[in-house]
C-alpha cells in the first residue's frame, strides 16, 4: 500500500536542516552606519537605520531626523545585500508617513458595508470590541470560524494570536497568488524552496535567462544593481516575454513566445540539451535521479515540434539551448516571482527547475545560491491548540501541496462564501489588500457579505476598510518595531533591522502592540513573553552572537557565507533534501499523488476573436495597489496605460493616448484608460500595471487614476497541486459606446 505523502512530507527535510549549519559569529561590517549626530545648518540631524517596506526587498535605509521629523530617506551602506541604494519608491517613503490621507484613529463601521461610514473611537474601545466579537465568534461556532488574511514580516504577531486563539485558517496571497508554485516546484526537484530575496548569483553569472520576469520594471535594489552590473561586464541574457520589456530592450535573444507555451520551450531546451550531450553530466550523474526517464521523455519534444506551439523559431530555440549550454554551470536562470500564471504553474516550475539541474547552475557559481543557516532564538510557548475540524482553505488536502504556513487564500474565500466545510464568520485582514490581491473580486466581497465580523489593520484607507466593522490604523515601517529581516540566501547573510525612526503620529500603533494588546484581552498572554521590542530582539538575534547596539547603530550586521555546492560543511545537512537525498528530475513524489512525475504541455486557450489576452506586470516606481496615493510617485507615474500593439492598434483605429473602455470575457468593464500604441508587444497581447483603478474616494490622488486590471480577473484557472490562481486567462476587448471595437 502507498501511504499519502504530504507537503510537510516533502518538505520536512529541507525544514529541518533550518536548524543545522548555523553561521558563524557575527562579523561586524564597514563603518558604523547610523554614526553620531551631525549638523545640518543649525539643525541637529539623527541618523536612525532600519529597513524599507515600501516593498518586501527590505533594502537597509538610513532616516535623517530633526525635531521628531523624517527630513529625508537615504540607502544604508552598510547594509551588505543593498549595499547604500534605495529605489524610487524607497527614497518615498516619506510620502507614506506624511500621506494626509492616513488612518489616524480607529473606526468603528456606523453606515452600511461599502459605505464608508465610521466613527472614530479610542483603543481602549476598539480592541475591547475586537475581543469581545472574537470570543463570540469562538462561542458561537468555534475558533475555526475566523480567518486571518496576514502579509508581509510583520504578521508574525498576528499569526502567533490567531494561531493562539484556536484557528488553523490563515492565508497569504505571497502563496496561492505569487510565489507558491515556484517554491512547491523547486522543492519537488532539490528539496529546498527559494525564499525572499531570490538567490539568483546574477553578478557572477555568464548568461541570465529571464522568463516573463521584467527585472528593470520591477525593480528590487540589490537585484536590478546585480543585473546591470552583470550586463556591463558582459554577461549575455535570453528574455522569454510576449513583451518588448526593459530586460528585452537589453537581451542578447529575444523570445517574443505565444502566451502559455513556456512548459513547449523548457521542454525544447532540454531535448537539445540532452539530445546534444551539452549538459552538465558530471554533475547530474552526481547528484540527478530519473535523467534516462527524463531523456526518454523529452526525446519528442524537439526545436522544430515546439515552433509552431511557441510560435518561436526552431532556429532561435535552437541557438540560445546552445548558448545555456556552453555558460553552463553560471547560468542564471531566473525562477520568477508572480508564478502563477496558466494554472499549470508548479509544473512550469518543476520544468524551470529541472532545466537548472541540466545546466549544473544550482549551488554553483552564476547559478542559484544555497542558503546558509543563521542561528537564531524563539521564546519558548504553550503549544498551540489543535483543531479538530482541520483547514478550511483545502492546503494539505484539496490542494495537496499547498503551503500550511502561508495557506489558499482562494480557499478561504470559497469556504466563507459556501461556508462548507464549516462557517466562517470573522476576518481578520492585516497587511493584505484582499479586494486587489485576490482575483475574482466579485467572489471576495460575496464572501464578505457572509461575515459577522471583519477587522482590517492597515495604514491607508484603501476599499477594503469600506468594509470592515473596525479599521484598526497600524503605524508605519517608520513609526515601528518587527521581527527583523534574517536571510541566508546570499553572497554574504544578514541580519537587518527595523526599527521606528519616529514616534508614531496621529492615533496609530504598531502591529505588535496590536497583537499583543489583544492577547492580553483574550487570555493569550503566554503566547507574548516579553516586554517589547528590545526583549524580542535580543531573544532572536542573540544565539547569532549579535551585538545588539550594534545592530541598532549599523543596521545590519553580515556573516561568512557558504553559497556553492564546493563551500558546504558536514554539518550544513544534505545538499539536496528531497525524499531520495538527489536533485529529483523525475518526481517519485509527484508520482505517488497521481500528478506528472516529469513536466509536460497543455495548450492553453487563446483569446476569441477581437479579444486579446490581458497581461500585467509592474512600474519600477509603484509597488502593488499600495503605493498609488504616494505623492512623490504618484507625479512620476499616475496612471497606467493599455499597452496594444501597434498593427493592432491601426486595425481598431485607435491612437497613442486615446482614452478607452476595457471589456472582459464575462462583461467586467475597466475604467478609461489612455492607450500606448507600441510595437512592442504581440498583437495577441494587452498590457497593464497592476495597481491602479483604485476604487476609495477616500484616496485621494489615487482614486479611478487608471484602470484595474484585478477588476478585470474574472476568471481563474486553478493549479491542482497547489491551488494557485492562474491569471493569465483573462481576455479584454476595448468598447466604445458599449461596442466592441
Ligand atoms: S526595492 Fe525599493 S521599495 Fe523595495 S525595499 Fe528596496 S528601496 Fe524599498
New binding site residues.
Given amino acids: 500500500m502507498t501511504s499519502k505523502l504530504t507537503r510537510r512530507d516533502f518538505l520536512s527535510r529541507s525544514a529541518a536542516i533550518g536548524a543545522l549549519g548555523a553561521a558563524g559569529g557575527a562579523a561586524p561590517i564597514g563603518h558604523a552606519a547610523g554614526g553620531p549626530p551631525g549638523w545640518r545648518g543649525l539643525t541637529r540631524v539623527e541618523r536612525v537605520a532600519t529597513?524599507?517596506?515600501?516593498?518586501?526587498?527590505?533594502?537597509g535605509?538610513l532616516a535623517e531626523v530633526a525635531h521628531g521629523k523624517v527630513l529625508k530617506l537615504e540607502?544604508n551602506p552598510d547594509h551588505p545585500l543593498?549595499k547604500g541604494?534605495?529605489?524610487?519608491?524607497?527614497?518615498a517613503?516619506t510620502q507614506l508617513l506624511y500621506d494626509p490621507d492616513r488612518l489616524k484613529q480607529p473606526l468603528l463601521r456606523t453606515g452600511a458595508r461599502g459605505e464608508g461610514q465610521f466613527k472614530p473611537i479610542s483603543w481602549d474601545r476598539a480592541l475591547d470590541f475586537f475581543a469581545a466579537r472574537l470570543t463570540e465568534l469562538k462561542g458561537k461556532y468555534g475558533p475555526e470560524s475566523v480567518a486571518l488574511f496576514p502579509h508581509g514580516v510583520a504578521s508574525t504577531f498576528f499569526s502567533t494570536l490567531m494561531k493562539a486563539f484556536g484557528t488553523p485558517n490563515a492565508a497569504e496571497p505571497a502563496f496561492a497568488q505569487c510565489r507558491g508554485p515556484r517554491e512547491v516546484g523547486y522543492a519537488l526537484t532539490f528539496g529546498s524552496e527559494l525564499g525572499s530575496p531570490e538567490p539568483v548569483d546574477l553578478e557572477e553569472s555568464k548568461l541570465i535567462v529571464l522568463i516573463g520576469t521584467h527585472i528593470g520594471e520591477n525593480?528590487?535594489?540589490s537585484q536590478v544593481t546585480a543585473f546591470a552590473e552583470a550586463l556591463a561586464h558582459g554577461t549575455k541574457l535570453i528574455v522569454v516575454d510576449p513583451r518588448f520589456s526593459t530586460a528585452a530592450s537589453k537581451a542578447d535573444w529575444w523570445l517574443p513566445i505565444r502566451p502559455g507555451t513556456d512548459i513547449a520551450l523548457l521542454l525544447a531546451w532540454m531535448n537539445v540539451l540532452l539530445a546534444e550531450g551539452i549538459y552538465d553530466k558530471e554533475y547530474i550523474a552526481q547528484y540527478g535521479l530519473g535523467l534516462s526517464e527524463l531523456e526518454a521523455h523529452v526525446r519528442e519534444f524537439t526545436p522544430e515540434w515546439a515552433e509552431p506551439i511557441t510560435e518561436l523559431p526552431a532556429t532561435q530555440i535552437r541557438a540560445t539551448a546552445r548558448a545555456m549550454g556552453e555558460a553552463k554551470p553560471a547560468v542564471a536562470l531566473h525562477p520568477g516571482r508572480h508564478t502563477t500564471w496558466y494554472g499549470d504553474d508548479t509544473q512550469r516550475a518543476r520544468a524551470m527547475a529541472i532545466l537548472t539541474a541540466l545546466l549544473g547552475s544550482w549551488g554553483r557559481k552564476g547559478g542559484i545560491f544555497l542558503p546558509t543557516a543563521i542561528k537564531t532564538g524563539k521564546f519558548p510557548l504553550p503549544p498551540f491548540p489543535e483543531s479538530k475540524r482541520g483547514r478550511a482553505d483545502g492546503a494539505g488536502t484539496t490542494y495537496p501541496l499547498a503551503s500550511e504556513e502561508q495557506g489558499v487564500t482562494n480557499g478561504l474565500v470559497e469556504a466563507t462564501r459556501a461556508a462548507k466545510p464549516y462557517p466562517i464568520k470573522g476576518w481578520v485582514v492585516y497587511g493584505q489588500n484582499v479586494l486587489e490581491s485576490i482575483p475574482q473580486r466579485e467572489k471576495t466581497l460575496e464572501a464578505i457579505k457572509q461575515l459577522d465580523l471583519l477587522v482590517v489593520v492597515d495604514l491607508l484607507p484603501v476599499e477594503q476598510t469600506r468594509y470592515a466593522d473596525l479599521v484598526l490604523p497600524e503605524a508605519t515601517y517608520l513609526e515601528r518595531y518587527d521581527v527583523p529581516a534574517i536571510v541566508g540566501s546570499a553572497h554574504k547573510p544578514f541580519i537587518a533591522i527595523r526599527q521606528p525612526v519616529v514616534e508614531p503620529l496621529y492615533d496609530t500603533k504598531p502591529g505588535w502592540w496590536i497583537a499583543k494588546q489583544m492577547a492580553g484581552r483574550l487570555g493569550l498572554e503566554d503566547y507574548f513573553p516579553w516586554d517589547g521590542p528590545d526583549q524580542h530582539l535580543a531573544q532572536l538575534v542573540g544565539p547569532a552572537g549579535v551585538d545588539l547596539d550594534e545592530l541598532k547603530v549599523r543596521g545590519a550586521v553580515a556573516f561568512e557565507g557558504r553559497p556553492y555546492v564546493e563551500n558546504r560543511l558536514p554539518d550544513d545537512g544534505p545538499l539536496f533534501p528531497t525524499q531520495s537525498g538527489k536533485i529529483e528530475l523525475f518526481s517519485p513524489a509527484l508520482k505517488q499523488l497521481g500528478f506528472d512525475p516529469l513536466p509536460r504541455y497543455k495548450p492553453v486557450t487563446d483569446p476569441p476573436l477581437g479579444y486579446f489576452r490581458l497581461i500585467y506586470g509592474r512600474a519600477p516606481v509603484h509597488?502593488f495597489a499600495r503605493s498609488e496615493n504616494n505623492a512623490l510617485l504618484s507625479s512620476l507615474m499616475p496612471e497606467n496605460e493599455a499597452w496594444i500593439n501597434r498593427d493592432a492598434a491601426r486595425d481598431l483605429s485607435l491612437s497613442e493616448g486615446q482614452e478607452v473602455v476595457l471589456e472582459n470575457q464575462d462583461g467586467r468593464k475597466s475604467l478609461p484608460v489612455r492607450v500606448r500604441v507600441t510595437a512592442g508587444i504581440r498583437k495577441d497581447c494587452l498590457y497593464m500595471v497592476h495597481g491602479f483603478g483604485q476604487q476609495s474616494p477616500s484616496l485621494h490622488r489615487a482614486y479611478q487614476r487608471g484602470a484595474s486590471d484585478a477588476q478585470l480577473t474574472s476568471r481563474v484557472a486553478v493549479d491542482p497541486l497547489m491551488g494557485g490562481t492562474g491569471m493569465r486567462v483573462n481576455f479584454v476587448r476595448v468598447v466604445q459606446n458599449g461596442e466592441g471595437v
Fill in positions: 529597513n524599507c517596506e515600501m516593498c518586501f526587498w527590505r533594502c535605509v540607502g543593498t541604494r534605495l529605489c524610487a519608491r524607497g527614497n517613503g525593480v528590487f535594489t509597488s
